[in-house]
C-alpha cells in the first residue's frame, strides 16, 4: 500500500513537472542593439560590426544600431562592413552622432550601405575622393582606376538601398561634404534625429528590404541593449591607429639600439623588443609602403655607422633625412587614407636622431679615451725612483711602488716616464718633466 502511494505522487510530481514545461514563454521584452564607432575604420571595426550583426539576428533584436563618428580608413575593411550589411537578414541602422561627428571617406559608403540611414544636427558626410596614405591624391593610371572603382562602388550601393546615386558618385570624383539637412535634401540619407530615442521614433513603422522580402520595423517602446567591443577588438583597434603603430616601431628601434650600445642595461632591450612586436602586429593590420619601411630601415643604419664610420656627420645627416622620408612613407597606399600626423613624425625623428647621434658621439669618445685602470693605465704616468734604477729597481707611481727597469741607470729621486710594461714589471725612461 505504502509502495502504491509513493509511485502515485512520483507520478503526481512528473505531470507538474510536465505541465510547467508545457506552459508558453513569457514574450522576449522586444530590443534592439547598439553598438558605437568613434575612430577610423580598420580590421577591429570590421570585426566588431561583423559580430554585432550576426548576435542581433541570433538574439532576435528588432534592427542593430550603429553610432558612428569616422574621418575614414581602410578600403578593405570598408568593401568587407559593406558586404556585411547589404546581406544582413536583420535592419541595419546607422546614425552619425552626436552633433559635431561625421561620415568621411569610409563613412560615407558604411552609411548608404544601411538599412535605414540617419545623422543628427551638427554632423556632416562626404569627402569620399580616394587618397594616398599622405593625403596627397594618387596620380597616373593608378590613380585613375582606383578612382573609377571606388566611383562604382559608391554608385551600386546607392542604387542598392535607393538613395542618390548621382551623389554618391560625385563624393568620390569630387570629394563633396554636405551637412545633415542637406543630405536629407538630396536623398542621401532617411532622417535627421536628435538622438537614438528620436531615430527609433521617427523609424517606426518604415519598410526595408531585408534579403529581396519587405520588412516593416517596430521600434515603439524597444528597449536598448548596448555592446562594447571586446578587449581583443580594443586592443586591435588601437594598434590599427596608425600613429601608434609608428610610435611603437620608433620606441622599439630606440630601445634595441640602447641595449646594442651599452650591453648589460637590460631594461631599454626588454621595452624595445616588446614595442617593436607589437609595432609589428600593427603592421599586419595596416597597409604598408615597403619602400618607406626600407628608408626607415637605411636610415638607422646610417645613424649606427655615424658610431664607428670617422664621416663628420655625415652619416648622421643622411640617417636623419633617411628615416624622416621614410616615416612620412610608410603607410602612403592606395589602400587607404590613414596617415601618421606630421608633427608625431618631426617629432619623432628629431628625438630619435638626436638621441642615436649623441650615444653615437659618446661611444666614439669613449673608444678614443686612454684606459685609466689596469696596467694599460699606468703607461704615460709620471713617477719617482725609490730605489735606484741600474737598469732594475724601484719606482712610486700613482700610488703604489712598483719594479721597474730602465734602458740606462736612473737615481733614486728622479722622474721617470712608464712607456710599457712586461709582466708586472714597468719599463720607464728618464722624464724631461719636473
Given amino acids: 500500500m505504502k509502495t502504491l502511494k509513493l509511485l502515485f505522487l512520483i507520478f503526481l510530481l512528473c ?20 553598438i558605437a564607432i568613434d575612430g ?23 534592427a542593430l544600431i550603429i553610432q558612428m563618428d569616422t574621418p575614414g580608413g581602410l578600403l578593405n575593411s570598408t568593401r568587407t562592413i559593406v558586404k556585411e ?23 560615407v559608403f558604411i552609411t548608404m550601405a544601411a538599412h535605414v540611414a540617419a545623422m543628427a544636427p551638427g554632423t556632416n558626410i562626404g569627402a569620399a575622393h580616394p587618397v594616398a596614405g599622405g593625403g596627397q591624391e594618387v596620380k597616373g593610371v593608378m590613380g585613375e582606376k582606383i578612382e573609377n572603382f571606388t566611383a562604382s562602388f559608391s554608385e551600386s550601393i546607392a542604387q542598392k538601398r535607393g538613395r542618390n546615386a548621382e551623389w554618391a558618385i560625385e563624393a568620390v570624383r569630387k570629394s563633396v561634404a554636405i551637412t545633415e539637412s542637406e543630405a536629407l535634401k538630396k536623398n542621401v540619407i532617411d532622417i535627421v534625429a536628435k538622438d537614438i530615442d528620436d531615430l527609433l521614433k521617427q523609424a517606426d513603422g518604415r519598410k526595408v528590404d531585408l534579403d529581396g ?54 631594461f631599454p632591450g626588454v621595452a624595445g623588443a616588446i614595442c617593436l612586436l607589437l609595432a609589428l602586429a600593427s603592421f599586419q593590420l595596416l597597409p604598408l ?45 592606395e589602400n587607404s587614407d590613414l596617415a601618421v600626423d606630421r608633427s608625431i613624425v618631426f617629432t619623432a625623428v628629431a628625438t630619435v636622431g638626436a638621441i642615436m647621434l649623441t650615444l ?75
Fill in 360 to 434: 653615437s658621439y659618446l661611444v666614439f669618445k669613449s673608444q678614443k679615451l686612454t684606459p685609466t685602470m689596469g696596467m694599460n693605465g699606468l703607461v704615460g704616468e709620471i713617477g719617482e725612483v725609490r730605489g735606484k734604477l741600474a737598469p732594475v729597481g724601484k719606482v712610486f707611481v700613482h700610488g703604489e711602488y712598483w719594479n721597474a727597469e730602465a734602458d740606462s741607470e736612473i737615481d733614486v729621486g728622479d722622474k721617470v716616464e712608464v712607456i710599457g710594461y712586461q709582466g708586472m714589471r714597468l719599463k720607464v725612461r728618464r722624464s724631461s718633466k719636473s
Fill in 213 to 266: 522580402k519587405a520588412h516593416v520595423l517596430a521600434l515603439k517602446d524597444v528597449k536598448i541593449d548596448r555592446y562594447e567591443m571586446s578587449l581583443k577588438q580594443k586592443i586591435l583597434n588601437t594598434l590599427a591607429d596608425p600613429n601608434i603603430a609608428y610610435l611603437l616601431m620608433m620606441a622599439g628601434l630606440l630601445g634595441l639600439y640602447m641595449e646594442f650600445s651599452h650591453p648589460g642595461v637590460i
Fill in 15 to 34: 505531470a507538474g513537472a510536465f505541465a510547467a514545461l508545457a506552459q508558453p514563454k513569457a514574450a522576449a521584452v522586444p530590443h534592439v542593439d547598439l
Fill in 85 to 107: 550589411m547589404l546581406g544582413a537578414q536583420v535592419a541595419v541602422m546607422i546614425w552619425v552622432g552626436p552633433g559635431g561627428a561625421g561620415a568621411g571617406s569610409a563613412g
Fill in 289 to 333: 609602403n615597403y619602400a618607406g619601411l626600407a628608408l626607415i630601415a637605411l636610415g638607422i643604419a646610417l645613424l649606427v655607422a655615424e658610431a664607428f664610420l670617422p664621416s663628420f656627420g655625415v652619416l648622421g645627416v643622411g640617417g636623419i633625412i633617411s628615416l624622416g622620408l621614410g616615416s612620412l612613407l610608410l603607410f602612403d597606399t
Fill in 40 to 62: 577610423s575604420i580598420n580590421p577591429a571595426v570590421d570585426d566588431y560590426i561583423r559580430e554585432g550583426i550576426a548576435r542581433a539576428k541570433a538574439n532576435g533584436a528588432r
